[in-house]
């Protein structure tokens, strides 16, 4: 099933066509709404909110709504839902969908965190592909979004169903497979397996989108190529390094690829710290008992980010130290700017 990529076509989910086939993989604590913006102007096609019980969202629960939360302008975007009963899944796919900012209902049936798999959810999808195929039905039923599913190429060794998941998720109606392919038992570690892609590709009629190990527009032209999917889904190469998105869509346009200059960095950390502190202080104040120090939290939870950013713009390990410490929002972009925007950094870079 191996196919020439000469020319890359737009990709069709249902309804939604992007014109690249590049998506951001749903990252819970990472993939925070300015992110997702900073990617997608970057040339991905498609994000995910982080994922979202659909328990809390027919409660109403207001931290579940929180992860909901969007910006304008930041489409095309799928509300990423969990849960294990199927009309518990509809109804909350038709909230979302009446929100009328999404432009897809994605069904996890891979994530292998204890809390979910306890509860039936995510990965314990795969060992039961009947209730997968009814709750993909349900949902379909219940909204006129397309309706996907992300899940894995198996559980273990000795339990990789992928195929027939593939089977039920399709007969359930659904308009696109995502497909980490790794089994659950890996959970991120070592390589994808291309093989499981190709198979599950020839298998079943819908779209399928790689994932797994993608960090350059090699490896994801290399993933193309070689098992035929119709995209590919980029994970953590993604944190600290939005620009992989421009990357891999000029070597998909035959396009020159520019890399971002001090500048750019220092542009694209700022506007994503002020933005987290700016959505984190909003849900601060939705709380009973608010943090008693928001600034402190939105820090913290940046610093995932900051660590990745500052090592792919070249800032030195000596100088990214006292960066890492800082609590307060301002004075450490003060010392971004400083770090970065040295007259001789780019220059530095370069050697
Ligand atoms: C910190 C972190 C959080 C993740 N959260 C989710 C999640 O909520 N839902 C999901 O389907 N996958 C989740 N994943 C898996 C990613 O979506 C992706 O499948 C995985 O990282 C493999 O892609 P990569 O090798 O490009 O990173 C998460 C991965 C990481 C590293």
């Given at each position: 099933?191996?196919?020439?990529?000469?020319?890359?076509?737009?990709?069709?989910?249902?309804?939604?066509?992007?014109?690249?086939?590049?998506?951001?993989?749903?990252?819970?604590?990472?993939?925070?709404?300015?992110?997702?913006?900073?990617?997608?102007?970057?040339?991905?096609?498609?994000?995910?909110?982080?994922?979202?019980?659909?328990?809390?969202?027919?409660?109403?629960?207001?931290?579940?709504?929180?992860?909901?939360?969007?910006?304008?302008?930041?489409?095309?975007?799928?509300?990423?839902?969990?849960?294990?009963?199927?009309?518990?899944?509809?109804?909350?796919?038709?909230?979302?969908?009446?929100?009328?900012?999404?432009?897809?209902?994605?069904?996890?049936?891979?994530?292998?965190?204890?809390?979910?798999?306890?509860?039936?959810?995510?990965?314990?999808?795969?060992?039961?592909?009947?209730?997968?195929?009814?709750?993909?039905?349900?949902?379909?039923?219940?909204?006129?979004?397309?309706?996907?599913?992300?899940?894995?190429?198996?559980?273990?060794?000795?339990?990789?169903?992928?195929?027939?998941?593939?089977?039920?998720?399709?007969?359930?109606?659904?308009?696109?497979?995502?497909?980490?392919?790794?089994?659950?038992?890996?959970?991120?570690?070592?390589?994808?397996?291309?093989?499981?892609?190709?198979r599950v590709k020839a298998e079943v009629s819908i779209p399928v989108i790689g994932n797994g190990g993608i960090t350059n527009a090699q490896n994801a032209l290399f993933m193309l190529k070689e098992t035929g999917v119709d995209g590919i889904m980029v994970g953590r190469a993604a944190i600290g390094n939005p620009w992989v998105f421009a990357e891999i869509a000029a070597e998909l346009t035959h396009n020159k690829y520019h890399p971002p200059g001090a500048r750019d960095w220092v542009n694209a950390m700022t506007r994503h710290l002020r933005g987290l502190y700016t959505a984190m202080s909003h849900e601060n104040n939705q709380r009973k008992r608010p943090?008693?120090?928001?600034?402190?939290?939105?820090?913290?939870?940046?610093?995932?980010?900051?660590?990745?950013?500052?090592?792919?713009?070249?800032?030195?390990?000596?100088?990214?130290?006292?960066?890492?410490?800082?609590?307060?929002?301002?004075?450490?972009?003060?010392?971004?700017?400083?770090?970065?925007?040295?007259?001789?950094?780019?220059?530095?870079?370069?050697?």
């Amino acid at each position: 099933m191996r196919r020439p990529l000469s020319v890359v076509e737009p990709l069709r989910i249902g309804s939604l066509e992007l014109s690249l086939p590049l998506v951001l993989a749903p990252m819970a604590g990472y993939t925070d709404s300015t992110f997702r913006t900073i990617c997608l102007e970057r040339g991905c096609g498609l994000v995910f909110t982080e994922l979202v019980s659909s328990e809390g969202i027919v409660r109403d629960n207001t931290r579940t709504l929180n992860y909901l939360s969007t910006q304008p302008g930041e489409r095309p975007i799928a509300a990423h839902i969990y849960g294990s009963d199927p009309e518990v899944m509809a109804r909350a796919a038709r909230r979302v969908e009446m929100l009328g900012r999404f432009d897809l209902i994605d069904i996890n049936a891979g994530c292998p965190v204890p809390k979910i798999v306890r509860k039936g959810s995510g990965v314990a999808l795969m060992r039961d592909p009947y209730r997968l195929r009814e709750i993909v039905h349900a949902v379909v039923s219940a909204v006129s979004l397309p309706v996907t599913v992300k899940t894995r190429s198996g559980i273990s060794p000795d339990n990789a169903n992928i195929s027939q998941v593939a089977r039920a998720i399709e007969e359930g109606g659904a308009s696109a497979i995502f497909l980490h392919a790794r089994l659950a038992s890996s959970v991120h570690s070592g390589p994808a397996d291309l093989d499981v892609l190709c198979r599950v590709k020839a298998e079943v009629s819908i779209p399928v989108i790689g994932n797994g190990g993608i960090t350059n527009a090699q490896n994801a032209l290399f993933m193309l190529k070689e098992t035929g999917v119709d995209g590919i889904m980029v994970g953590r190469a993604a944190i600290g390094n939005p620009w992989v998105f421009a990357e891999i869509a000029a070597e998909l346009t035959h396009n020159k690829y520019h890399p971002p200059g001090a500048r750019d960095w220092v542009n694209a950390m700022t506007r994503h710290l002020r933005g987290l502190y700016t959505a984190m202080s909003h849900e601060n104040n939705q709380r009973k008992r608010p943090r008693p120090y928001p600034e402190r939290a939105a820090c913290n939870r940046f610093r995932g980010h900051l660590t990745k950013y500052l090592r792919h713009a070249g800032c030195p390990a000596r100088a990214r130290r006292a960066l890492l410490e800082q609590e307060e929002v301002e004075p450490l972009l003060r010392l971004v700017r400083k770090a970065l925007q040295s007259p001789h950094f780019d220059e530095h870079r370069k050697q």
